[in-house]
Structures are given as C-alpha cells and as structure tokens.
C-alpha cells in the first residue's frame, strides 16, 4: 500500500468547515484513498472512500486531486463531537487478504 | 454502515488467566475479520487476519499459541489471549470485511484488557 502523509494535528472552530489533507504521492492507478476516524476510546469509523473522482456523503466530502498524489477530507460543518483522530488509508481495489496500515493520523481538535 | 459488536467491552482479568473476546458482525456476513491491538497514545497494529473455515494468519511478532482466534462462522470470531500477562493490557479492536471484492472494513467499539 502507498505511504500516506497527514498533519499531526489541527483546530477547527465550532461551525466551519475542517479541512483535512492527505498526501499520497507514491499512490498507485488500482488504489483507492480511505478515509476513517477514530474518537477517543472507540473503534475506528468508516467516513467515505474514493478512486479518482469527488466524493460525498452524509458525513463528509473526499477530494481528490487530478494527479492523484493527494486529498482532502472536509467536514462541511464541525461539531465538537467530530473531534477524533483521522487516518487517511490508500489500498488496493479489492483490498487482498490484509488488513489496513494505520499510521499516525491527524488529531482534529474543534474548538467551542 | 455496518455494524460490528464486540463483547465484553471492558475486562479485567488476574495474571495468567485467559481472556476471550468475541466480535460479531451483526448485519452482514463477514468472510473476513481483521483483530488490532492499540497501546495508549500509539496507532492501531493488525494481529491477525482470519477467514471463515481456515487458520487465522498472524503478522510478524504476534505469538498465534497466545492469541488464539477462531473464525466458525461468518458472524463471530473470537480471539483468546492466554494465560495473560500485564504486558497484554491493551486496547483490542475487531474488524470485518463481506466479499472479497469490497475493501471498505467495519470495526467494533473495542474491547479493553487491563491484566492485574
């Protein structure tokens, strides 16, 4: 799986948009970019996941650039229960047999 | 999304006792489950991947006679940490995976293992 790259933390304010980036620069065609959240004490949740184009959900939106080397989570309107730690995942589609590569993630701190 | 369970959440436990967790995949079948280990202030480490019917598959420093995992069904796995120590305490995590063609993976809550 590529490496990914992510801030080690970041504020936000109540309200605004969070934007969250990722670099995935060594990301191959066949890999899609993962997005899952961690809030303190609890499993990881699955956000949203995306090969090449725009994505949205109900929880956020995925961005991803033309060149694929890199992408950004938005969360259009923070709360503070959306403070957690974010990991940005690439993997290959259909993902084998293995599990995922966890790395540091970003801390996202939203602020009152 | 889909829910996954573990049981119990919380469990203390005296040295060389065993411990079983189970993690269950409640709304889909999941032919693939994935057991990860988190120490305080540090990332999830995969232990091991188990398929239903077959041998779990243990990453590199993970002792499988120590954690055993059993995946009978497509619903459960359970993992076993024997004769724990206090080395073990750590926060355990399950995850599941349905079809082989599908990489999104759902996790359980986690369990917590505090080895007095």
């Known amino acids: 799986d590529a490496k990914t790259t992510q801030p080690t933390s970041m504020d936000c304010a109540e309200g605004r948009a969070a934007n969250l980036p990722c670099n995935h620069s060594?990301?191959?065609?066949?890999?899609?970019v993962y997005w899952y959240r961690q809030i303190h004490s609890q499993g990881p949740q699955y956000i949203i996941h995306g090969l090449k184009n725009n994505e949205t959900n109900e929880m956020a939106s995925l961005i991803i650039t033309e060149d694929r080397k890199s992408s950004t989570l938005i969360l259009p309107h923070a709360t503070l229960r959306d403070t957690a730690v974010y990991y940005c995942i690439v993997r290959l589609s259909g993902g084998g047999a293995d599990g995922l590569t966890f790395g540091k993630g970003t801390h996202l701190i939203i602020q009152p | 999304g889909a829910v996954v369970s573990q049981h119990p959440s919380w469990v203390i436990c005296k040295s060389g006792t065993s411990v079983k967790i189970e993690c269950r995949s409640l709304d889909f079948q999941a032919t693939t489950m994935f057991w990860y280990r988190q120490f305080p202030k540090q990332s999830l480490m995969l232990m091991a991947t188990?398929?239903?019917?077959?041998?779990?598959?243990?990453e590199q420093g993970v002792e499988k006679d120590k954690f055993l995992i059993n995946h009978a069904s497509l619903t459960l796995s359970t993992l076993t940490v024997t004769s724990a120590h206090p080395e073990d305490s750590s926060f355990y995590i399950c995850?599941?995976?349905?079809?082989?063609?599908?990489?999104?993976?759902?996790f359980g809550p986690g369990t917590r293992l505090l080895v007095l």
């Open positions: 060594t990301i191959s065609g066949n890999e899609y």
């Open positions: 188990s398929n239903e019917g077959s041998k779990a598959t243990y």
């Open positions: 995850s599941a995976r349905a079809g082989t063609g599908v990489v999104t993976q759902y």
